[in-house]
């Protein structure tokens, strides 16, 4: 069993920035793929970024150009550098990894919330 714990989320104004972070921890084998995802209110959760292992990454088009993801092996993390933020971008974040026994048990998230 793997656990995800997120942080870094806040209340920032439009235009601005928030770096998340996801840790994961416990019986870890292999991270072939770590994903961020968010939920907005009413909304269902919507992949946001993933990269594999190898370093490749895909982004939904609606963060393309604004969010990067990246990760640390040595660490087990996973991080989305959010820049330029909408309100629409509010929502809880949450992370998840795939490994060679799937994906994981989700953890709390973390809320970013972007003011006007």
């Known amino acids: 069993q793997v656990q995800l714990a997120e942080s870094g989320g806040g209340l920032v104004q439009a235009g601005g920035s928030l770096r998340l972070s996801c840790a994961a921890s416990?019986?870890?084998?292999?991270?072939?793929?770590m994903d961020w995802y968010r939920q907005a209110p009413g909304k269902q959760r919507e992949l946001v970024a993933a990269?594999?292992?190898?370093?490749?990454?895909n982004y939904a088009d609606s963060v393309k150009g604004r969010f990067t993801i990246s990760r640390d092996n040595a660490k087990n993390t996973v991080y989305l550098q959010m820049n330029s933020l909408k309100p629409e971008d509010t929502g809880v974040y949450y992370c998840?990894?795939?490994?060679?026994?799937?994906?994981?048990?989700w953890g709390q998230g973390t809320q970013v919330t972007v003011s006007s």
């Open positions: 998840n990894v795939f490994t060679t026994s799937g994906y994981q048990n």
């Open positions: 416990g019986s870890i084998s292999i991270l072939y793929r």
């Open positions: 990269i594999t292992s190898g370093g490749s990454t």
